[in-house]
């Protein structure tokens, strides 16, 4: 593994090659957030229904899968405009597939209008993984780079809910997230931050940075390039 998965810029990440969570998880509503808290690991199923662990719901398993399926006919536009370095088109394809299909944890619950609450996509199903991982290489391609420290705190927490410690690819994001705060502490020699705000990047910054590295070190060996890669920025 190098700097992770790189857009047309070099830079940023893709989506891992596993799936954040279950293809189809459970459905509830509320407005959506950039970086809820994730929900429970695990949701079981039966023939006709899905049920989430962590809300005690169960949602229809059909419409579940066709609620899932109009939301990636929605990402796949972003796909095309990516393909054609449209990011500003993409980004707002992006905000829009999120706004419309992410739910918060705590949804399902009755609207103020007593009306039952509109269908949305579990955060930690795929679909919303992958829309996250690529509002990054957006974000980062715009110069946003609050954004994309935003979209990788959120990706990295459904990584930690799902898959097991010392997962290979979650140091790909961690060695992102560092890189991009990197970039936030540099850039701020000319739009000066807060200090609390700076100490905070700093800290966080190199808490990713060594995560990352005891994660490669794990997995591919303490002397492996990409270890090396990661390790020479806490020297």
Request: net charge positive; charged share 25%; proline share 9%.
């Amino acid at each position: 593994k190098g700097k992770g998965n790189k857009t047309s810029d070099g830079r940023g990440v893709a989506a891992p090659g596993q799936q954040a969570g279950p293809s189809q998880r459970g459905q509830g509503s509320g407005n959506p957030s950039p970086s809820p808290p994730p929900p429970g690991p695990a949701a079981e199923s039966d023939a006709t229904g899905l049920f989430c662990q962590r809300c005690g719901q169960r949602y229809d398993r059909a419409k579940a899968e066709d609620l899932a399926r109009t939301a990636s006919q929605l990402r796949d536009k972003a796909d095309d405009f990516l393909a054609e370095r449209s990011y500003d088109d993409a980004g707002q394809v992006l905000t829009n597939v999120l706004s419309e299909f992410e739910a918060l944890p705590q949804s399902g619950k009755p609207s103020r209008s007593g009306r039952a609450p509109t269908p949305r996509l579990h955060p930690l199903h795929t679909v919303v993984f992958n829309t996250h991982a690529a509002q990054v290489n957006c974000a980062r391609r715009d110069g946003d780079l609050v954004s994309a420290v935003k979209h990788l705190r959120h990706l990295l927490r459904c990584m930690e809910v799902v898959f097991p410690p010392n997962f290979p690819e979650r140091s790909d994001f961690l060695f992102a997230l560092a890189d991009t705060l990197q970039d936030l502490i540099h850039r701020s020699g000319s739009r000066p931050l807060p200090k609390r705000v700076l100490e905070g990047y700093k800290k966080e910054m190199k808490a990713a940075w060594e995560e990352c590295v005891a994660i490669r070190s794990v997995c591919f060996g303490p002397n492996s390039p990409t270890t090396a890669e990661a390790r020479i920025h806490l020297q």
